[in-house]
C-alpha cells in the first residue's frame, strides 16, 4: 500500500530533547536534599543470617531509618503516616510468607500459569554475592554508605553452588526450601515421535553447545524516587520498561492494595528487557514507608546494577539431529539446562519461550525439547533482548552447520531445504504463519556478502592470517500470544486545530517507539508529524493500561491499539464532518489537514474547521477523543539472517569481523532510519556476546570478578565493524500496517553466524561463547594448530 | 570542608562553596540543574558524564568540582544557539538516526563538537579513537560514528594516501 507518512524515515520526536540535554531522566528529577537509600549486600553466595545488630548504624547521626528483613512487609514504623499502618494491615500475611515474583509478565488470573513466587524485598537467607540482607536510609550518600559499615551481621555460610552441575547433583543443598532438587521446571514438548523420526533417519548427528553470562549494561543504572503523597498513596518514580506491572508488583510485595500505588516513567537510558522486572521499587517504596512518607531515592551503582538486577541465562545444549542424505531434518531432539540463579525472575519462561519461538524456522515430523531451569548461587538472571532464543540459536545454527559440514551439504542449502513456508500452523501454539520472506532474506544476504565468491577463495587456507563466512538464520515473535496476555491501550484526544495528543501505555525505552506510534496517527489522521504530540511519559494514574515494552510487541500490539485509536478519531471526524456538509461519512477521507472525497480527493472542508465545530457547537459539542484498548489474540513470526566474514589471527586467537549482515523479514517497515538502529544495535549487542562479552565469577566463591564497565568487555566503538541491515518487506495481514517485530531479533543470529565464519576460516568449531582471544588460543592450542 | 569556588559554565559566571569531596558531576548536576551530563558508572569508563572543561572533554564523575576552580565548563545545555536553533554537531546526531535512548548523546555530543571545533583532520580510524571513551549499547555506533563524520565534514580523511595520513 501506498502511505504518505509511514514507511518515511522521519525525524524521531524526542530527537530534539535528547540531543539538546533536556529530556529527563528519572534521576534529573531529583530534589536537593532528598533522602538516599542504600542496599547491605551479602558478601557470601549462599548463607544464613545468624543475628543481625543495626544498633549502631542507627545511632550515627544522618541516619533516618535502617531496615532489615524483619522489619519488611509490615514497616511498623510506618505509623508516622496515618492511614499506612491501616492499609498495611488489611493483608494479614507473616514476613516470610509474603513472597513475591520480579518478572514483568502480566498477571495471570490462573494460579497456575503465574511466575513462580520466591522473593521477599530483604531476605534472611543470602543467595548469591549481592543478595540484599538489609538498607539504610540517611541525608546523603557518604552517610548512608558510612551506615551501612556499621551494620554487624554474623552469617553462617552454606556451601555455594556456582554452576548447574553443582547444584544438579545429587544431596546437592536447596537454595530455596520448597524446591526440589533446585530445579525450577521441567516443562518442555514434544511434537510428534522423535525415537521413531531419529530411527527413521539416513543419519543421527549429536553436538554439544553452551552460552555464557552477560549484562545488559544499559547506560543508564537502575534509579528510583518515592514517596508518599498527602493522598496516603505511594508515589514512585522509576526508570522502567513495564510502569503498570512495577505498580502492581511494589503492591504485592508489601501486601497493600494495587490502587495505593501510583508509578511514573520518564526517559529512560535503555533496558533491554533489565527493566522489565522489578528489582529495586519495592525496597524503595519501603525505604520510603520508613521514613515516613518522605521522598527518597534508590540508585545502583554500575558495580551493583550488573550484579544485584538481573543478566541473561546461560544455557548448555545437547542436540540429537535425524537427517537424511538429501538434507532433510526429520526429527531434532533437545536438552538444554538454563542456569536462573539465585531467585526465579523470569525463571523458566525464558528456556520455554527459546524452545518455542525455535520452532517456527524449522518444522519436522518430529521436536522434542526438554529443558531444565536450575536455581544456583550467581546473580538473577532474568529477561534480556531475545528471551532464550540468541541461546537456542546459536547451538542450533552451530549444529546444523556442523552437520552440513559433515555430510558435505551446503550450508545454505540444508537451511533453505528445512525452512517453514507460508501457511504453516504451529502445532503447539496454533500460530500461523501468514506472511514469510526467510528465503528471499537468505539470498539478499548471500548477495550482500559475496558469498560465493568468497567461499570459493577461503578454501584450504594454511597461513597466520586466514578469513571465512559463515551465516545464520532465526525465527522470532511478536509478542508473547498465546503464552500471556496481549493488551495495549491508546488514547487520543483532538485539540481545536486538529492536533492531537497520543497517550499510551507502551513504554519509548530507546526503541523509537514514540516515533512510529506518531506516524500510524498521522497517517491516518491526515495530519504532519509535528500534529502529532506524544505524551511519552507514562502515570499509572493517567497513562491507559498496557503490560509495557518487552517481547518485541510495542510495533505490533500495541501498534494495533494506537491503529484503532486513530481510526476510531477518524471515524468521529468524519462523522460531524458529514453533519456539517451533508455528504455521507463513507464517501469521505482525512488527507493534508483537510476532509477530502475519498475517490477524487478533492477539498470538502478543513479538518480545524471540524475540530471547533466539536469543540463549540452550541447543541452538540462533543470534542473528539477515543480510548481504546486491544487484546491482540494473533501472532506474526519474523524471520532473518546474518552474513559474516571473519579473519582469525591464528598466532593471537583475535578474530576481527570484516563484513556483517543481517537482513530481516520483519513485514512493514514503519521508519526505516530507526529499523536501521534496531538491527544495529542488536547486531552489535551480539558481536559483545559471540566474541567479548561474558560475567566471570570466582569458582568457589561465587563472587563476581569483572561487574564494571572495564573489566566486562562491552564493545567500544574501536571494537565495532559496520554493520549492515536490509530488510525484505513483505507487509503480514495481521500487523497494523502490515509490521511484524523487530526491536530484539537482530541479537538472534549474528553470534552462531560468526562462529561458522570462524569454523570456516579455521575448520575449529567453537561450541561455547564467548569466543575471546583467551579462549581461541587455547582451543587452537589444545588442536595443535599452535 | 568547603572551598570557595569561581568557573563559568556557558558563558554564565559562578561563585560559591564547594564541598571538597564533591564531583563536579554532583556540582553541575544537584546544585546547578545542568542534568544532562548523566551518571553511567561513576568511575570515568563511560564518558555519560563528559563535559568540555576549557574545552577538552572529560568525565566529570572523577573531576574533583574543586579543580574546577578558573575554568571555562560547556555542558549540552550551552551546545545549541541561544535562540533555540541546534549546532551542526546536534543536526547531524538527530538527522543520521545517532539517538536511542539517548543516555550517551550528551557526552558524545560535546566530544564531538570538541574534535569540530579543534579545525582539526582526523582519519576514520582517528576519529573512532577519538569517540571510544563513550560506551553506548543502543546504536552499536553505526549512526554515532556517521554523524560525527557529517559533523567534521571536509575534515575526515578517507583515503590511505591523504597528506594527513602520511604524517605530511
Same mark, same amino acid.
Given at each position: 500500500?501506498?502511505?504518505?507518512?509511514?514507511?518515511?524515515?522521519?525525524?524521531?520526536?524526542?530527537?530534539?530533547?535528547?540531543?539538546?540535554?533536556?529530556?529527563?531522566? %528519572?534521576?534529573?528529577?531529583?530534589?536537593?536534599?532528598?533522602?538516599?537509600?542504600?542496599?547491605?549486600?551479602?558478601?557470601?553466595?549462599?548463607?544464613?543470617?545468624?543475628?543481625?545488630?543495626?544498633?549502631?548504624?542507627?545511632?550515627?547521626?544522618?541516619?533516618?531509618?535502617?531496615?532489615?528483613?524483619?522489619?519488611?512487609?509490615?514497616?511498623?514504623?510506618?505509623?508516622?503516616?496515618?492511614?499506612?499502618?491501616?492499609?498495611?494491615?488489611?493483608?494479614?500475611?507473616?514476613?516470610?510468607?509474603?513472597?513475591?515474583?520480579?518478572?514483568?509478565?502480566?498477571?495471570?488470573?490462573?494460579?497456575?500459569?503465574?511466575?513462580?513466587?520466591?522473593?521477599?524485598?530483604?531476605?534472611?537467607?543470602?543467595?548469591?554475592?549481592?543478595?540484599?540482607?538489609?538498607?539504610?536510609?540517611?541525608?546523603?550518600?557518604?552517610?548512608?554508605?558510612?551506615?551501612?559499615?556499621?551494620?554487624?551481621?554474623?552469617?553462617?555460610?552454606?556451601?555455594?553452588?556456582?554452576?548447574?552441575?553443582?547444584?544438579?547433583?545429587?544431596?546437592?543443598?536447596?537454595?530455596?526450601?520448597?524446591?526440589?532438587?533446585?530445579?525450577?521446571?521441567?516443562?518442555?514438548?514434544?511434537?510428534?515421535?522423535?525415537?521413531?523420526?531419529?530411527?527413521?533417519?539416513?543419519?543421527?548427528?549429536?553436538?554439544?553447545?553452551?552460552?555464557?553470562?552477560?549484562?545488559?549494561?544499559?547506560?543508564?543504572?537502575?534509579?528510583?524516587?518515592?514517596?508518599?503523597?498527602?493522598?496516603?498513596?505511594?508515589?514512585?518514580?522509576?526508570?522502567?520498561?513495564?510502569?503498570?506491572?512495577?505498580?502492581?508488583?511494589?503492591?504485592?510485595?508489601?501486601?497493600?492494595?494495587?490502587?495505593?500505588?501510583?508509578?511514573?516513567?520518564?526517559?529512560?537510558?535503555?533496558?533491554?528487557?533489565?527493566?522489565?522486572?522489578?528489582?529495586?521499587?519495592?525496597?524503595?517504596?519501603?525505604?520510603?514507608?520508613?521514613?515516613?512518607?518522605?521522598?527518597?531515592?534508590?540508585?545502583?551503582?554500575?558495580?551493583?546494577?550488573?550484579?544485584?538486577?538481573?543478566?541473561?541465562?546461560?544455557?548448555?545444549?545437547?542436540?540429537?539431529?535425524?537427517?537424511?542424505?538429501?538434507?532433510?531434518?526429520?526429527?531434532?531432539?533437545?536438552?538444554?539446562?538454563?542456569?536462573?540463579?539465585?531467585?526465579?525472575?523470569?525463571?523458566?519462561?525464558?528456556?520455554?519461550?527459546?524452545?518455542?519461538?525455535?520452532?517456527?524456522?524449522?518444522?519436522?515430523?518430529?521436536?522434542?525439547?526438554?529443558?531444565?531451569?536450575?536455581?544456583?548461587?550467581?546473580?538473577?538472571?532474568?529477561?534480556?533482548?531475545?528471551?532464550?532464543?540468541?541461546?537456542?540459536?546459536?547451538?542450533?545454527?552451530?549444529?546444523?552447520?556442523?552437520?552440513?559440514?559433515?555430510?558435505?551439504?551446503?550450508?545454505?542449502?540444508?537451511?533453505?531445504?528445512?525452512?517453514?513456508?507460508?501457511?504453516?500452523?504451529?502445532?503447539?501454539?496454533?500460530?500461523?504463519?501468514?506472511?514469510?520472506?526467510?528465503?528471499?532474506?537468505?539470498?539478499?544476504?548471500?548477495?550482500?556478502?559475496?558469498?560465493?565468491?568468497?567461499?570459493?577463495?577461503?578454501?584450504?587456507? %594454511?597461513?597466520?592470517?586466514?578469513?571465512?563466512?559463515?551465516?545464520?538464520?532465526?525465527?522470532?515473535?511478536?509478542?508473547?500470544?498465546?503464552?500471556?496476555?496481549?493488551?495495549?491501550?491508546?488514547?487520543?484526544?483532538?485539540?481545536?486545530?486538529?492536533?492531537?495528543?497520543?497517550?499510551?501505555?507502551?513504554?519509548?525505552?530507546?526503541?523509537?517507539?514514540?516515533?512510529?506510534?506518531?506516524?500510524?496517527?498521522?497517517?491516518?489522521?491526515?495530519?504532519?508529524?509535528?500534529?502529532?504530540?506524544?505524551?511519552?511519559?507514562?502515570?499509572?494514574?493517567?497513562?491507559?493500561?498496557?503490560?509495557?515494552?518487552?517481547?518485541?510487541?510495542? %510495533?505490533?500490539?500495541?501498534?494495533?491499539?494506537?491503529?484503532?485509536?486513530?481510526?476510531?478519531?477518524?471515524?468521529?471526524?468524519?462523522?460531524?464532518?458529514?453533519?456539517?456538509?451533508?455528504?455521507?461519512?463513507?464517501?469521505?477521507?482525512?488527507?493534508?489537514?483537510?476532509?477530502?472525497?475519498?475517490?477524487?480527493?478533492?477539498?470538502?472542508?478543513?479538518?480545524?474547521?471540524?475540530?471547533?465545530?466539536?469543540?463549540?457547537?452550541?447543541?452538540?459539542?462533543?470534542?473528539?477523543?477515543?480510548?481504546?484498548?486491544?487484546?491482540?489474540?494473533?501472532?506474526?513470526?519474523?524471520?532473518?539472517?546474518?552474513?559474516?566474514?571473519?579473519?582469525?589471527?591464528?598466532? /593471537?586467537?583475535?578474530?576481527?569481523?570484516?563484513?556483517?549482515?543481517?537482513?530481516?523479514?520483519?513485514?512493514? +517497515? +514503519?521508519?526505516?532510519?530507526?529499523?536501521?538502529?534496531?538491527?544495529?544495535?542488536?547486531?552489535?549487542?551480539?558481536?559483545?556476546?559471540?566474541?567479548?562479552?561474558?560475567?566471570?565469577?570466582?569458582?568457589?566463591?561465587?563472587?563476581?570478578?569483572?561487574?564494571?564497565?572495564?573489566?566486562?568487555?562491552?564493545?567500544?566503538?574501536?571494537?565495532?565493524?559496520?554493520?549492515?541491515?536490509?530488510?525484505?518487506?513483505?507487509?503480514?495481514?495481521?500487523?497494523?500496517?502490515?509490521?511484524?517485530?523487530?526491536?530484539?531479533?537482530?541479537?538472534?543470529?549474528?553470534?552462531?553466524?560468526?562462529?561458522?565464519?570462524?569454523?570456516?576460516?579455521?575448520?575449529?568449531?567453537?561450541?561455547?561463547?564467548?569466543?575471546?582471544?583467551?579462549?581461541?588460543?587455547?582451543?587452537?592450542?589444545?588442536?595443535?594448530?599452535? | 570542608?568547603?572551598?570557595?569556588?569561581?568557573?563559568?559554565?556557558?558563558?554564565?559566571?559562578?561563585?560559591?562553596?564547594?564541598?571538597?569531596?564533591?564531583?563536579?558531576?554532583?556540582?553541575?548536576?544537584?546544585?546547578?540543574?545542568?542534568?544532562?551530563?548523566?551518571?553511567?558508572?561513576?568511575?570515568?569508563?563511560?564518558?555519560?558524564?563528559?563535559?568540555?572543561?576549557?574545552?577538552?572533554? /572529560?568525565?566529570?564523575? +572523577?573531576?574533583?568540582?574543586?579543580?574546577?576552580?578558573?575554568?571555562?565548563?560547556?555542558?549540552?545545555?550551552?551546545?545549541?544557539?541561544?535562540?533555540?536553533?541546534?549546532?551542526?554537531?546536534?543536526?547531524?546526531?538527530?538527522?543520521?538516526?545517532?539517538?536511542?535512548?539517548?543516555?550517551?548523546?550528551?557526552?558524545?555530543?560535546?566530544?564531538?563538537?570538541?574534535?569540530?571545533?579543534?579545525?582539526?583532520?582526523?582519519?576514520?580510524?582517528?576519529?573512532?579513537?577519538?569517540?571510544?571513551?563513550?560506551?553506548?549499547?543502543?546504536?552499536?555506533?553505526?549512526?554515532?560514528?556517521?554523524?560525527?563524520?557529517?559533523?567534521?565534514?571536509?575534515?575526515?580523511?578517507?583515503?590511505?594516501?591523504?597528506?594527513?595520513?602520511?604524517?605530511?
Amino acid at each position: 500500500m501506498a502511505y504518505t507518512v509511514v514507511g518515511k524515515s522521519v525525524r524521531r520526536v524526542d530527537a530534539v530533547a535528547k540531543v539538546t540535554g533536556r529530556a529527563k531522566y %528519572t534521576d534529573d528529577f531529583s530534589e536537593r536534599n532528598m533522602l538516599v537509600g542504600k542496599i547491605l549486600h551479602s558478601p557470601y553466595a549462599h548463607a544464613i543470617v545468624k543475628s543481625i545488630d543495626v544498633s549502631k548504624a542507627k545511632a550515627l547521626p544522618g541516619v533516618e531509618a535502617v531496615l532489615t528483613y524483619k522489619d519488611l512487609p509490615d514497616i511498623r514504623f510506618a505509623t508516622a503516616i496515618p492511614g499506612i499502618i491501616e492499609a498495611m494491615a488489611t493483608d494479614e500475611v507473616g514476613v516470610a510468607e509474603l513472597k513475591y515474583s520480579t518478572a514483568g509478565h502480566p498477571y495471570a488470573l490462573e494460579e497456575t500459569h503465574r511466575d513462580k513466587e520466591d522473593r521477599n524485598i530483604l531476605t534472611q537467607k543470602a543467595r548469591f554475592v549481592g543478595d540484599n540482607i538489609a538498607a539504610v536510609v540517611a541525608t546523603d550518600d557518604l552517610i548512608a554508605s558510612k551506615a551501612l559499615k556499621l551494620i554487624e551481621v554474623e552469617y553462617e555460610v552454606l556451601e555455594p553452588l556456582t554452576s548447574t552441575d553443582a547444584a544438579l547433583k545429587e544431596g546437592a543443598p536447596l537454595i530455596h526450601d520448597d524446591c526440589e532438587g533446585n530445579i525450577i521446571s521441567s516443562k518442555g514438548y514434544e511434537m510428534g515421535n522423535i525415537e521413531e523420526a531419529l530411527k527413521e533417519s539416513d543419519h543421527v548427528i549429536e553436538g554439544e553447545y553452551e552460552t555464557s553470562i552477560v549484562q545488559h549494561c544499559h547506560l543508564e543504572n537502575q534509579v528510583s524516587h518515592a514517596y508518599v503523597d498527602s493522598d496516603r498513596r505511594i508515589v514512585i518514580m522509576t526508570s522502567t520498561q513495564i510502569p503498570h506491572i512495577v505498580r502492581r508488583i511494589v503492591a504485592q510485595s508489601l501486601g497493600i492494595s494495587w490502587g495505593r500505588v501510583r508509578v511514573i516513567k520518564p526517559y529512560i537510558g535503555g533496558g533491554f528487557g533489565n527493566k522489565q522486572d522489578v528489582c529495586i521499587e519495592p525496597l524503595n517504596a519501603a525505604m520510603s514507608l520508613a521514613v515516613g512518607g518522605r521522598p527518597v531515592r534508590l540508585e545502583l551503582s554500575r558495580e551493583e546494577a550488573m550484579i544485584d538486577t538481573r543478566t541473561r541465562h546461560a544455557f548448555k545444549f545437547k542436540i540429537k539431529t535425524g537427517i537424511n542424505n538429501d538434507g532433510k531434518i526429520n526429527g531434532i531432539y533437545i536438552s538444554a539446562v538454563s542456569n536462573t540463579g539465585a531467585y526465579a525472575s523470569h525463571g523458566h519462561s525464558i528456556a520455554s519461550s527459546g524452545g518455542g519461538k525455535f520452532r517456527y524456522l524449522y518444522p519436522t515430523k518430529a521436536l522434542k525439547y526438554e529443558p531444565l531451569t536450575v536455581y544456583t548461587n550467581l546473580p538473577v538472571a532474568g529477561a534480556m533482548r531475545g528471551y532464550g532464543t540468541p541461546q537456542i540459536f546459536f547451538a542450533f545454527e552451530s549444529h546444523i552447520e556442523d552437520i552440513a559440514k559433515k555430510l558435505n551439504l551446503d550450508p545454505i542449502e540444508i537451511r533453505k531445504k528445512n525452512v517453514v513456508k507460508e501457511g504453516h500452523v504451529d502445532p503447539l501454539s496454533k500460530n500461523t504463519i501468514r506472511s514469510c520472506s526467510i528465503r528471499e532474506c537468505i539470498d539478499k544476504g548471500r548477495e550482500l556478502i559475496k558469498w560465493d565468491a568468497k567461499k570459493a577463495l577461503y578454501k584450504e587456507q %594454511t597461513g597466520d592470517i586466514r578469513r571465512g563466512v559463515g551465516m545464520a538464520c532465526f525465527s522470532y515473535a511478536s509478542g508473547t500470544y498465546p503464552v500471556a496476555l496481549e493488551l495495549a491501550g491508546a488514547r487520543i484526544v483532538m485539540n481545536q486545530d486538529g492536533s492531537v495528543q497520543l497517550q499510551l501505555g507502551a513504554t519509548e525505552i530507546g526503541q523509537g517507539s514514540d516515533t512510529v506510534f506518531a506516524q500510524m496517527v498521522s497517517e491516518v489522521l491526515g495530519i504532519p508529524m509535528y500534529m502529532v504530540h506524544v505524551i511519552s511519559t507514562q502515570d499509572t494514574d493517567i497513562t491507559p493500561f498496557d503490560t509495557g515494552s518487552y517481547a518485541s510487541r510495542q %510495533t505490533y500490539v500495541s501498534g494495533m491499539a494506537v491503529e484503532k485509536a486513530a481510526l476510531e478519531v477518524k471515524k468521529k471526524v468524519l462523522t460531524v464532518a458529514s453533519s456539517m456538509t451533508d455528504i455521507p461519512a463513507h464517501l469521505l477521507d482525512l488527507k493534508e489537514q483537510s476532509v477530502v472525497f475519498k475517490d477524487s480527493g478533492e477539498k470538502v472542508i478543513e479538518l480545524e474547521v471540524v475540530a471547533m465545530q466539536s469543540y463549540y457547537d452550541r447543541v452538540n459539542a462533543q470534542p473528539i477523543t477515543s480510548d481504546v484498548s486491544n487484546n491482540a489474540r494473533i501472532n506474526a513470526i519474523p524471520f532473518g539472517v546474518t552474513f559474516a566474514e571473519v579473519e582469525v589471527d591464528m598466532k /593471537t586467537g583475535k578474530i576481527k569481523i570484516l563484513e556483517i549482515y543481517n537482513v530481516h523479514d520483519s513485514g512493514k +517497515i +514503519i521508519n526505516p532510519l530507526l529499523a536501521e538502529g534496531q538491527v544495529h544495535g542488536g547486531v552489535s549487542m551480539a558481536i559483545g556476546y559471540a566474541l567479548s562479552e561474558q560475567l566471570l565469577f570466582d569458582e568457589k566463591t561465587g563472587k563476581p570478578l569483572n561487574n564494571n564497565l572495564l573489566d566486562y568487555k562491552l564493545p567500544t566503538i574501536m571494537d565495532t565493524p559496520d554493520i549492515g541491515a536490509a530488510f525484505v518487506e513483505k507487509e503480514d495481514p495481521t500487523g497494523p500496517f502490515g509490521v511484524k517485530s523487530l526491536g530484539e531479533p537482530p541479537i538472534v543470529s549474528p553470534a552462531p553466524a560468526i562462529r561458522n565464519a570462524v569454523l570456516d576460516a579455521t575448520d575449529v568449531a567453537f561450541n561455547r561463547i564467548p569466543m575471546n582471544p583467551q579462549r581461541v588460543f587455547e582451543k587452537f592450542k589444545e588442536q595443535g594448530l599452535i | 570542608m568547603f572551598k570557595r569556588i569561581a568557573f563559568t559554565v556557558n558563558g554564565k559566571a559562578y561563585n560559591f562553596e564547594v564541598d571538597v569531596r564533591e564531583s563536579l558531576l554532583d556540582v553541575l548536576r544537584s546544585h546547578l540543574g545542568f542534568t544532562g551530563a548523566k551518571q553511567g558508572c561513576g568511575v570515568g569508563e563511560c564518558g555519560a558524564c563528559s563535559v568540555l572543561i576549557d574545552g577538552v572533554p /572529560t568525565d566529570t564523575c +572523577i573531576y574533583l568540582a574543586v579543580w574546577a576552580d578558573g575554568k571555562d565548563i560547556r555542558t549540552i545545555e550551552g551546545v545549541a544557539e541561544k535562540n533555540g536553533e541546534l549546532s551542526d554537531v546536534q543536526k547531524a546526531f538527530v538527522d543520521e538516526g545517532a539517538v536511542q535512548c539517548g543516555f550517551c548523546t550528551p557526552g558524545l555530543i560535546l566530544t564531538t563538537t570538541a574534535l569540530k571545533e579543534s579545525g582539526k583532520d582526523y582519519t576514520r580510524e582517528e576519529l573512532k579513537r577519538e569517540l571510544s571513551g563513550h560506551l553506548c549499547r543502543c546504536t552499536g555506533y553505526q549512526n554515532i560514528l556517521k554523524a560525527a563524520e557529517k559533523s567534521l565534514e571536509g575534515h575526515v580523511c578517507t583515503c590511505v594516501d591523504s597528506p594527513h595520513y602520511k604524517g605530511e
